[in-house]
C-alpha cells in the first residue's frame, strides 16, 4: 500500500504547480483523501479534503480560493492545483488516505496511509 507524491519544486511567489498522488491499489478509490502540510518547525497542517467520489471537497483558510484539490479515480490519482502561491506555501506537502472513510477529514488522525512528502519552496 503505497501513496507516491510528486509535483514539488521551487516556483516563484505569484506562480503555480500542480502536485499528484498517485495510490497503488485501486480500493483507495473508496476513500476520502487529503493533502497536508508541514513547514520547518512547524507541526504537520491540513490544506485540503476530497470525499471518495470528488463530489465534496474542504480547504483551510490559509489557500481557499488559491488551491483545488481534485481526484481521478480511473487513474488512482489525487491532484493539488496550487495558483497564487506564496512564500509562506513553502513546506513538504503529504498525501493522505483515509483507509477507512469515504468522507472528508481535516485532522491527521482521520488518515490512516501516507506519502513520502514533496517539497516545495516558493521564493519572495
Known amino acids: 500500500v503505497q501513496l507516491v507524491e510528486s509535483g514539488g519544486g521551487l516556483v516563484q511567489a505569484g506562480g503555480c504547480l500542480r502536485l499528484s498522488c498517485a495510490a497503488s491499489e485501486r480500493t483507495f478509490n473508496n476513500y476520502g483523501m487529503g493533502w497536508f502540510r508541514q513547514a520547518p518547525g512547524k507541526e504537520r497542517e491540513f490544506v485540503a479534503t476530497?470525499?471518495?467520489?470528488?463530489?465534496?471537497?474542504y480547504y483551510a483558510d490559509s489557500v481557499k480560493g488559491r488551491f483545488t484539490i481534485s481526484r481521478d479515480n480511473a487513474m488512482n490519482t489525487v491532484y493539488l492545483q496550487m495558483n497564487s502561491l506564496k512564500p509562506e506555501d513553502t513546506a513538504v506537502y503529504y498525501c493522505?488516505?483515509?483507509?477507512?472513510?469515504?468522507?472528508?477529514?481535516?485532522?491527521?488522525?482521520?488518515?490512516?496511509?501516507w506519502g513520502q512528502g514533496t517539497e516545495v519552496t516558493v521564493s519572495s
Open positions: 476530497i470525499n471518495w467520489n470528488g463530489g465534496s471537497t
Open positions: 493522505a488516505a483515509s483507509g477507512y472513510y469515504r468522507g472528508i477529514g481535516t485532522m491527521v488522525r482521520d488518515y490512516s496511509y
